[in-house]
């Protein structure tokens, strides 16, 4: 069982930056890819970035390639997400997700999720 903390979230404007974390318990965490998804109100859940666990591999949605960086701290369980360039239609509640074995860049195959942050991006 994993049981995934998301922190970091806020009220930031347009052009600024954030750092999400995601604090995963757990002994196996390092045998875990984790994803970070995002949803606006009215909208389905959206990929917007994962860390492959076996070489480290990782994955963007082209809307925040060159802005997000996903990053892992495998001695702190921790995964984050720094998000430069904000933009407002990066609003929206982000979730962090683990799943044993290859990251994806789909919703299904994470086995779990943490409560969800919400990010708000002013103009």
């Known amino acids: 069982q994993v049981q995934l903390v998301e922190s970091g979230g806020g009220l930031v404007q347009a052009g600024g930056s954030l750092r999400l974390s995601c604090a995963a318990s757990?002994?196996?965490?390092?045998?875990?890819?984790m994803g970070w998804f995002r949803q606006a109100p009215g909208k389905d859940r959206e990929f917007v970035a994962a860390?492959?666990?076996?070489?480290?591999?990782?994955y963007y949605a082209d809307s925040v390639k060159g802005r997000f960086t996903i990053s892992r701290d495998t001695a702190k369980n921790t995964v984050y997400l720094q998000m430069n360039s904000l933009k407002p239609e990066d609003t929206a509640v982000y979730y962090c997700?683990?799943?044993?074995?290859?990251?994806?860049?789909?919703?299904?195959?994470?086995?779990?999720w943490g409560q969800g942050t919400q990010v708000t991006v002013s103009s």
């Open positions: 997700a683990a799943r044993m074995g290859s990251a994806a860049v789909t919703a299904a195959p994470y086995d779990y």
């Open positions: 757990g002994r196996t965490f390092s045998t875990y890819s």
């Open positions: 860390f492959d666990y076996n070489g480290g591999n990782t």
